[in-house]
């Protein structure tokens, strides 16, 4: 676990920091699509909208599939990069 807990606890640590800053950037621009919306200033098309986040998940969910023979044929690497990549980003 040793060489792998380190690196996963350092890619954890760096994705936890990241996606703070996207989930910033994000919710900022989100409420500023609101506001617009709300004064009338910009028209949201709430089913294309929705139409591409089932897209992206539909991708996602693929994406996932694709790589999980992957992460089980090299388990024991796995299982370390993973914990430690679990204990940075709930720390």
Same mark, same amino acid.
């Given at each position: 676990?040793?060489?792998?807990?380190?690196?996963?606890?350092?890619?954890?640590?760096?994705?936890?920091?990241?996606?703070?800053?996207?989930?910033?950037?994000?919710?900022?621009?989100?409420?500023?699509?609101?506001?617009? /919306? !709300? =004064?009338? @200033? *910009?028209?949201?098309?709430?089913?294309? %909208?929705? +139409?591409?986040?089932?897209?992206?998940?539909?991708?996602?969910?693929?994406?996932? /599939? !694709? =790589?999980? @023979? *992957?992460?089980?044929?090299?388990?024991? %690497?796995? +299982?370390?990069?993973?914990?430690?990549?679990?204990?940075?980003?709930?720390?």
């Amino acid at each position: 676990m040793g060489g792998a807990g380190g690196l996963g606890f350092i890619t954890g640590y760096a994705v936890k920091k990241i996606l703070q800053a996207v989930i910033l950037i994000v919710g900022v621009f989100v409420m500023g699509l609101f506001t617009l /919306a !709300s =004064t009338g @200033s *910009v028209t949201i098309h709430w089913d294309k %909208v929705f +139409a591409n986040a089932n897209v992206a998940s539909a991708q996602i969910a693929d994406f996932a /599939a !694709s =790589t999980s @023979s *992957v992460v089980f044929q090299h388990f024991p %690497v796995t +299982a370390g990069f993973g914990l430690g990549f679990v204990f940075a980003f709930k720390k």
